[in-house]
C-alpha cells in the first residue's frame, strides 16, 4: 500500500505566483481532505469531498485558494496569488466512509514558503 | 474559535515515567474522538479512539480517557520511551456519521532519556 502521496514535497516561490499542490489519495478511499498547519491554529481542516464532491469548503480562506477533485485518485489544490501568509504546511488525507473507526490516512505533506 | 483544544504546547517527561496530554473540547455533540501522533517531515499517523459511549480505552502502553461532564479527553502512555517524542494532536467527530474532524492545536512531547 503506497499511502497517501502529496507533490511537491517543497515548494518556494514567490508572492503573486501561482502555486498548485498535487494528491493522491489510497486507492479505495472515497473521502479527500486538505489540511494546512500552523502553529496558532494547529490542523485546519481547508476542504473535503465524498466521492470527488465537494462537501464543505468554509475552511478556505479566501477566494485564491480553490480545490478539484476530478476523478477518484486525483486532487489539487491551488492559490493564486500566493501571498507570504500561506507559508505552512499543507497536508491531504484520505479516508473511507462508512468505517466505523472514522480514521483519517495523511500524506507526508508539502512544505509550502512563499517569499 | 478553536473547538479542539490543547492548552500545552509542549511537554517534557522522564524516559520510564508517565505522559499525560491533554484536550478539551467545547461542543457537547462531538461524539468520537481520536490521537494522532506525528513525527517531523511525517504526517499524523493514527493512534487511538474513543467513542463518546465508553470512557476509556486502552491500547498496550498508551490509554485515553473521556469525561464527558468536564468535555475533556486525556492520553496517558506508560511507560515513555524516547521513540514516543513527537507532536499529538487530538481530534473530534462532530457528530455521528459525519467524517469531517476538528484537530487541536498539538502538544510537543519530549521523552527524556
Known amino acids: 500500500d503506497a499511502g497517501v502521496i502529496q507533490s511537491p514535497r517543497h515548494e518556494v516561490t514567490e508572492m503573486g505566483q501561482e502555486v498548485t499542490l498535487r494528491c493522491k489519495p489510497i486507492?479505495?478511499?472515497?473521502?479527500l481532505f486538505w489540511y494546512r498547519q500552523t502553529m496558532m491554529r494547529g490542523l485546519e481542516l481547508l476542504i473535503y469531498?465524498?466521492?470527488?464532491?465537494?462537501?464543505?469548503d468554509s475552511g478556505m480562506p479566501e477566494d485564491r485558494f480553490s480545490a478539484k477533485m476530478p476523478n477518484a485518485s486525483f486532487s489539487t489544490l491551488k492559490i493564486q496569488p500566493s501571498e507570504p501568509r500561506d507559508s505552512a504546511v499543507y497536508f491531504c488525507?484520505?479516508?473511507?466512509?462508512?468505517?466505523?473507526?472514522?480514521?483519517?490516512?495523511f500524506g507526508p505533506g508539502t512544505r509550502l514558503t512563499v517569499t | 474559535d478553536q473547538q479542539v483544544k490543547q492548552n500545552s504546547p509542549s511537554l517534557s517527561v522522564q524516559e520510564g515515567r508517565i505522559s499525560i496530554l491533554n484536550c478539551d473540547y467545547t461542543n457537547s455533540m462531538f461524539d468520537y474522538f481520536l490521537w494522532y501522533k506525528k513525527y517531523p517531515a511525517e504526517g499524523p499517523t493514527f493512534l487511538i479512539s474513543?467513542?463518546?459511549?465508553?470512557d476509556k480505552n486502552e491500547d498496550g502502553r498508551f490509554t485515553v480517557f473521556l469525561n464527558k461532564s468536564a468535555k475533556h479527553l486525556s492520553l496517558h502512555i506508560v511507560p515513555s520511551q524516547p521513540g514516543d517524542s513527537a507532536v499529538y494532536f487530538c481530534a473530534a467527530l462532530p457528530y455521528t456519521g459525519a467524517n469531517n474532524l476538528f484537530f487541536g492545536t498539538g502538544t510537543r512531547l519530549t521523552v527524556i532519556p
Open positions: 474513543i467513542s463518546s459511549i465508553k
Open positions: 486507492s479505495g478511499h472515497n473521502s
Open positions: 469531498f465524498n466521492n470527488n464532491v465537494p462537501i464543505d
Open positions: 488525507a484520505s479516508s473511507l466512509i462508512g468505517t466505523s473507526s472514522y480514521e483519517q490516512y
